[in-house]
């Protein structure tokens, strides 16, 4: 089998590195916020939630792939037992 480099990978597209910072910005702030961090009301959570979750889709459609969205609100949500 010869021995063949890897491809370089691919450099991210400057829009896509700009979404990016500004969705880890956002992502921070919301995650502050549901822990108690920020001291801030349910509007502000919300509105770090949405741009979080709407910036998340747009690095999808920049970068051509599948969104997998969700907030850290839901990860940090209780679950209810099911059975």
Same mark, same amino acid.
């Given at each position: 089998?010869?021995?063949?480099?890897?491809? $370089?990978?691919?450099?991210?597209?400057? $829009?896509?590195?700009?979404?990016?910072?500004?969705?880890?910005?956002?992502?921070?702030?919301?995650?502050?916020?549901?822990?108690?961090?920020?001291?801030?009301? $349910?509007?502000?959570?919300?509105?770090?939630?949405?741009?979080?979750?709407?910036?998340?889709?747009?690095?999808? #459609?920049?970068?051509?792939?599948?969104?997998? #969205?969700?907030?850290?609100?839901?990860?940090?949500?209780?679950?209810?037992?099911?059975?």
């Amino acid at each position: 089998m010869p021995d063949t480099q890897f491809p $370089e990978p691919a450099a991210a597209p400057p $829009e896509a590195v700009l979404l990016r910072r500004e969705r880890n910005r956002w992502l921070r702030h919301e995650a502050n916020l549901v822990l108690g961090r920020g001291g801030a009301d $349910e509007p502000e959570a919300q509105q770090a939630r949405t741009a979080h979750l709407v910036l998340t889709y747009a690095l999808a #459609i920049v970068e051509q792939r599948p969104a997998v #969205i969700g907030s850290f609100d839901d990860l940090t949500r209780p679950r209810r037992d099911r059975n």
